[in-house]
């Protein structure tokens, strides 16, 4: 006769029960996808030729990856002007916010986040059982240097920062980080967006600072969203403890060779982020035409519009309904707007379409 188990106690953490999950974009969690999906910062044409061919002629899916990425961090290391000995490649860029929250954060430790902002950061210091501190954005959503240094306590450990900041595309200036990287804390700069705007990415200076961390990602400037690889810059006094804790095969062989091809299709996929950046310049000019919105400056592939007259959420089920799938926000001040991905021409077009007839334009 089989005896009853042992009543035990297997509740989650209380940090797990406490936090609130990631609110994914509404094209990625729906049966039916929308007709054009603008609300995940895709990049609209997708992986090179080159890419589409290396991943079908690859033969070697039956082996596992090289655990130290040795050959992958030299390459990535050549694009981004860093030694490969401070990059790590990560299965997203997503996972290496998480590999840092779990090195450096404990119960009652502090995060600054600079909000609006990326909603992982929140999400993987919540996970550690850290208290996350807003420093909100100033009116044109530029970074509060004042009120980020009162909000800082000596349970602070990172500030994390977003520039081009998603989802309100402004890029912060190399004065605000110098300013970030002057209050001794671990500064996080997420330049997932970085291909798009026109500035020079600050991998390079992560040698001269042992504070700074830089994150990059394959995902929107070269289309590699599905196969989740991203890469960081860091500190040469972090890495050993950043090998401990990676998961030995994080980042599969597919993305291993989509990384490889995009970086010998590099002129293919600079014209595209050109076309990108022009198609943002057009949406954002007609968009701004439009009675009753503002269209935000954006260094992004994206743009951020706030609707100033009329109900909140009305264009996004107007959208909706016309099949356009664009991003909406639960924070306060995001109360009406919308994040808008650049997407085709054509796509772009029935976008405008759209939101004419829902202003009566």
Not at 87 to 114: A, K, Q, T
Not at 227 to 237: E, K, N, T, V, Y
Not at 252 to 271: F, G, M, Q, T, Y
Not at 334 to 344: E, F, K, T
């Amino acid at each position: 006769m089989r005896r009853s188990p042992v009543q035990r106690d297997i509740r989650p953490r209380d940090a797990v029960e406490r936090m609130a999950p990631y609110e994914p974009p509404d094209s990625a969690v729906g049966d039916v996808p929308p007709r054009i999906i603008l609300d995940a910062n895709e990049n609209p044409f997708g992986p090179t030729p080159g890419v589409q061919e290396a991943l079908a002629n690859f033969h070697r899916y039956h082996r596992y990856p090289d655990p130290g990425q040795k050959a992958l961090r030299g390459l990535i290391g050549d694009y981004a002007g860093v030694d490969a000995d401070q990059l790590m490649v990560g299965n997203g860029s997503d996972e290496l916010i998480d590999l840092l929250c779990r090195i450096y954060l404990e119960p009652g430790d502090e995060v600054i986040d600079c909000t609006p902002t990326f909603g992982m950061y929140r999400f993987s210091a919540d996970l550690c059982g850290a208290t996350v501190v807003e420093a909100p954005r100033g009116d044109v959503w530029q970074v509060d240097l004042g009120h980020l240094r009162q909000a800082i306590s000596r349970q602070t450990k990172i500030i994390f920062v977003a520039t081009p900041n998603n989802p309100t595309g402004n890029h912060s200036p190399r004065s605000t980080v110098d300013g970030l990287l002057d209050t001794g804390c671990i500064v996080v700069l997420d330049e997932a967006y970085v291909e798009f705007a026109g500035s020079p990415s600050l991998c390079t200076s992560v040698a001269d600072h042992p504070n700074l961390v830089v994150l990059r990602t394959f995902s929107k400037w070269a289309g590699l969203a599905g196969l989740r690889i991203g890469f960081g810059a860091f500190p040469s006094s972090m890495m050993a403890n950043l090998w401990k804790v990676k998961p030995p095969f994080n980042v599969n062989l597919a993305a291993e060779v989509a990384v490889r091809a995009s970086l010998e299709d590099l002129p293919l996929a600079r014209e595209r982020i050109q076309s990108i950046v022009s198609e943002r310049d057009r949406m954002a000019e007609a968009l701004g035409a439009v009675p009753g919105l503002r269209v935000w400056p954006s260094d992004a592939n994206f743009v951020l519009v706030t609707n100033t007259e009329r109900p909140q959420g009305k264009l996004k089920d107007h959208l909706k309904t016309d099949g356009i799938a664009v991003r909406t926000y639960s924070h306060p001040r995001l109360q009406g707007a919308i994040r808008i991905s650049v997407g085709l021409p054509e796509q772009t077009d029935e976008l405008l379409r759209s939101v004419r007839r829902w202003a009566g334009a």
